[in-house]
């Protein structure tokens, strides 16, 4: 995927392993994802600071109301790992932050392709080792009450 011949190395592209199926939580991680390659697009291409910064804002602004709706939705679920689930959403919240204010303060080019790396890097691990636990939870919930239901 990062062959020199591929224009855009830091682009992320969603793939059938990061479905969570649920349709409405697929699209938001879909959304989030062409966000962060916006924000990636914005460094890589040199842009200007404030629109770097506009961009990370957006991929902030989207990473909390994305994780608003998987809490209110682990409420509903009454899924167990709710707690420790959303430390991993605050710890996230927290790194961007960080990472906002390295780009406001930075004037240094390589600063600022690390913090787009580390966004994306958190989403994907976010992604695989946090949101896959609640689909997997999900899935089992879901095959019981169907079995339930066709009783
Ligand atoms: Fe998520
Ligand atoms: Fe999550």
């Known amino acids: 995927m990062n062959s020199p011949n591929n224009p855009m190395p830091w682009r992320l592209e969603w793939s059938q392993e990061l479905s969570v199926h649920i349709p409405e939580i697929d699209a938001e991680h879909k959304h989030f994802i062409e966000l962060i390659n916006a924000l990636n697009e914005a460094i890589a291409e040199r842009m200007s600071r404030s629109e770097v910064r506009k961009r990370m804002q957006d991929v902030m602004d ?76 999900w899935l089992a919930q879901n095959k019981v009450k169907n079995s339930v239901s066709q009783e």
Not at 76 to 86: C, G, I, L, R, S
Not at 103 to 108: F, L, N, R
Not at 109 to 135: F, I, S, T
């Open 62 to 137: 989207d990473a909390v109301a994305h994780f608003e709706h998987e809490e209110a939705l682990f409420i509903e679920w009454a899924y167990p790992d709710t707690e420790q689930h959303a430390r991993q959403h605050a710890a996230a919240v927290k790194i961007f932050q960080e990472i906002m204010r390295r780009i406001e303060q930075s004037e240094i080019d390589y600063d600022w392709v690390e913090a787009g790396l580390q966004v994306k890097q958190l989403l994907v691990a976010h992604l695989l080792n946090e949101d896959m636990k609640y689909r997997d939870f």
